[in-house]
Nanobody
Framework: QVQLVESGGGLVQPGGSLRLSCSAS????????TNWYPQTPGKGRELVIR????????TYLDSVEGRFTMSRDIPKHEVYLQMNNLVFEDTAVYYC?????WGQGTQVTVSS
């Protein structure tokens, strides 16, 4: 069965960190580009960061530059989104996208 599963979301205080995971089954995650899309109520999903199959990472929002990064564990078929110095505006459901597939999303809430 082909699927993507996100995990690692939760409640964190401003300034804190979280690491989200995106795991794949049924295909090799690292052969494709992995994208992360946060979505807030009333807004569409917006690409925030991407890891290419060769491992390069590009961020697409100035607000996360220097705070968000990605890594991966190829043998485990997992890609990670490391989020540091979180702010209220990072609150969203974060979706992983790879090879045309979407995960179910994981909620990140930044609150004091």
């Amino acid at each position: 069965q082909v699927q993507l599963v996100e995990s690692g979301g939760g409640l964190v205080q401003p300034g804190g960190s979280l690491r989200l995971s995106c795991s794949a089954s049924g295909f090799t995650l690292s052969e494709y580009t992995t994208n992360w899309y946060p979505q807030t109520p009333g807004k569409g999903r917006e690409l925030v960061i991407r890891m290419y199959s060769k491992g390069g990472v590009t961020t697409y929002l100035d607000s996360v530059e220097g705070r968000f990064t990605m890594s991966r564990d190829i043998p485990k078929h997992e890609v990670y989104l490391q989020m540091n110095n979180l702010v209220f505006e990072d609150t969203a459901v974060y979706y992983c996208n790879n090879n045309g597939y979407w995960g179910q999303g994981t909620q990140v809430t930044v609150s004091s």
